[in-house]
């Protein structure tokens, strides 16, 4: 979106390059198994500071005194952990970047979290970006001045923190097969933490541990990337390993409430430019007449799993849980990163850190483009120029 650094980076481009980067980015680490785009985001400094300006928005209405009231039915009863503490580790804000009516880029929610994103893998992503074009030394991948080496120790500040690195795991149902595995291999190798599978975790009394050449080592932290959305028909699952939901001696980072708490039921109570128009169907007192401009979603899935693009009355009217849906205003993507061909939609994450007793910080981006109507893996099958990258801004 910064021109001359598109038309530059676009100029020198080849596949032979684009090869070669892919073979750097997985090399001595794991197969990747989604979609690496061919090319950054270059993010221009207004873009920059409207992105800016949209997260503190929401951040403000988190940090209310009154958002756990207002959220409190955000936890499915079944999923409700003990322990919570005042607020996530983790924030991220997924924005499409759209065309306001004078034209102007602008950033607009689509759905947040309350969850770690690929932390280890964007720093590593847009090094390897900046290698294997030879990028200017003027772009960097991170906010609020940070670089690469104050970035990681703020990262390990937060997931780590006083415990010896040995006591804290990076946490998932099968972690070693999962897709985002190269972000668990890369964020180990960073802060020297264990990477466990539910299955490699034991109770004894209300204590967890793991067992490493024969000796049992006591974890004191758990860096979670487990989502119960995914193993909530599978509770079996637990046994012989542990269950989240007990009462335990453990410090979760973050806690799971608040992948439930700061998700799309946080959405209908945000109004901003920022933000489309979006309610709860419950709350709905008819349905619009222009339900072309708008998505249903599920409030409990994820990955855009049940997300209706193209809404019918009936759609609404089929639905026998609306407490459990949202109707919002559909978002128009704009067409803004330049490839070779065509132009490109664009969705850009930002990943911040909360470190305890501090405010959040924004630390870097995660941008995904798209040719197809969403921006998900199953809609830009058999594209070019798509998938995941990085925002790179001046510093």
Request: aromatic share 12%.
């Amino acid at each position: 979106m910064i021109e001359s650094y598109r038309t530059s980076f676009n100029e020198q481009f080849s596949t032979d390059k684009y090869d070669l980067f892919l073979k750097t980015l997985e090399n001595g680490l794991t197969e990747i198994p989604f979609r690496v785009a061919e090319t950054p985001v270059f993010i221009p400094s207004y873009l920059k500071d409207q992105l800016i300006a949209a997260g503190d928005e929401i951040i403000a209405l988190i940090k209310d005194k009154n958002f756990k009231k207002l959220t409190e039915h955000s936890i499915p009863a079944e999923w409700n952990v003990p322990g919570e503490n005042d607020h996530p580790h983790f924030l991220t804000f997924d924005f499409g970047i759209c065309k306001d009516p004078s034209g102007k880029l602008i950033p607009k929610l689509i759905e947040l979290q309350g969850f770690p994103s690929l932390y280890g893998f964007q720093s590593h992503l847009a090094k390897t970006y900046q290698q294997s074009f030879g990028l200017s030394t003027d772009l960097s991948p991170y906010f609020n001045g940070l670089d690469e080496q104050n970035y990681l120790t703020l990262l390990k500040e937060i997931i780590v923190g006083k415990h010896e690195a040995q006591e804290v795991a990076l946490m998932d149902i099968d972690a070693p097969h999962q897709k985002t595995a190269i972000d668990f291999i890369l964020t180990a190798k960073y802060l020297g933490i264990k990477i466990l599978s539910l299955s490699d975790i034991k109770k004894e009394g209300n204590h967890l541990f793991y067992e490493e050449n024969g000796s049992k080592i006591r974890l004191k932290r758990i860096y979670n990337r487990l989502i119960f959305d995914e193993i909530s028909h599978n509770t079996a699952i637990f046994n012989g390993s542990f269950d989240p939901r007990q009462t335990l001696d453990i410090e979760w980072i973050t806690h799971p409430n608040w992948f439930y708490r700061i998700s799309k039921y946080t959405m209908p109570f945000l109004k901003s430019d920022f933000v489309p128009l979006t309610y709860f169907l419950k709350d709905l007192k008819e349905i619009p007449n222009d339900l072309e401009n708008y998505v249903l979603k599920p409030l409990f899935s994820f990955a855009g799993m049940g997300v209706i693009i193209d809404v019918q009355k009936k759609d609404i009217e089929s639905i026998t849980d609306p407490e459990n849906w949202i109707l919002q205003e559909k978002v128009n993507y704009e067409a803004v990163v330049q490839a070779p061909d065509d132009g490109i939609k664009v969705e850009i994450r930002l990943m911040y850190l909360w470190p305890e007793g501090k405010e959040p910080i924004l630390t870097i981006s995660l941008a995904r483009l798209s040719r197809g109507k969403m921006i998900g893996v199953r809609y830009n099958k058999d594209f070019d120029w798509v998938g995941g990258t990085v925002g790179l801004m001046e510093k």
